[in-house]
T-cell receptor, first 113, second 113 residues
Framework: AQTIHQWPVAEIKAVGSPLSLGCTIKGKSSPNLYWYWQATGGTLQQLFYSITVGQVESVVQLNLSASRPKDDQFILSTEKLLLSHSGFYLC????????????FGSGTRLTVL | GDSVTQTEGPVTVSESESLIINCTYSATSIAYPNLFWYVRYPGEGLQLLLKVITAGQKGSSRGFEATYNKETTSFHLQKASVQESDSAVYYCALGGNTNKVVFGTGTRLQVLP
């Protein structure tokens, strides 16, 4: 069975500090991976997607970056956090190219002060 | 662009009452849209409730139903008799491009005992 693990569960960070969020998928080779973000009261927005190691496409510009260093790992990061980065970050993978069911991690709650 | 509009929450209904959460979509860059309802129960992760990939078809799960109506570009979620355990946040979503799934803002449903 496939499992998806996100870390950390929650972060409280200062404006201007760096950030790194992680996501690992086990039990599925070469998954399509996604980062989503939801501000409090906002829409779930797709930020990035990756279909293979080393390749990441940006969907929304939020002064964030993503990398896929391994087949089963997806990292979201920034050098300098903004207040507007606060929210809930979700990693997801898709099961099969045509089925398009997204399987989500449990998410990371980020508070920027 | 591609977008999803759904009933603004919170929606409060009493147990055994009927429910409808409206969802309409605009698929300007997707030739053959796929439609989804995702749900986040309290304390749980976001998960698929049901999906329909063919216009005119109906999807169902856990007593919920939604029909993909291409003419009205709608995918309303309905249940004849809700239970307290249905209290959750429901998201309508639009796909059809494996690299992009667009979500609505989510509708918080509270079912009163």
């Amino acid at each position: 069975a496939q499992t998806i693990h996100q870390w950390p569960v929650a972060e409280i960070k200062a404006v201007g500090s760096p950030l790194s969020l992680g996501c690992t998928i086990k039990g599925k080779s070469s998954p399509n991976l996604y980062w989503y973000w939801q501000a409090t009261g906002g829409t779930l927005q797709q930020l990035f997607y990756s279909i293979t190691v080393g390749q990441v496409e940006s969907v929304v510009q939020l002064n964030l970056s993503a990398s896929r260093p391994k087949d089963d790992q997806f990292i979201l990061s920034t050098e300098k956090l903004l207040l507007s980065h606060s929210g809930f970050y979700l990693c997801a993978w898709i099961r099969g190219a045509s089925a398009e069911t997204l399987y989500f991690g449990s998410g990371t709650r980020l508070t920027v002060l | 662009g591609d977008s999803v509009t759904q009933t603004e929450g919170p929606v409060t209904v009493s147990e055994s009452e009927s429910l409808i959460i409206n969802c309409t979509y605009s698929a300007t860059s997707i030739a053959y849209p796929n439609l989804f309802w995702y749900v986040r129960y309290p304390g749980e992760g976001l998960q698929l409730l049901l999906k329909v990939i063919t216009a005119g078809q109906k999807g169902s799960s856990r007593g919920f139903e939604a029909t993909y109506n291409k003419e009205t570009t709608s995918f309303h979620l309905q249940k004849a008799s809700v239970q307290e355990s249905d209290s959750a946040v429901y998201y309508c979503a639009l796909g059809g491009n494996t690299n992009k799934v667009v979500f609505g803002t989510g509708t918080r449903l509270q079912v009163l005992p």
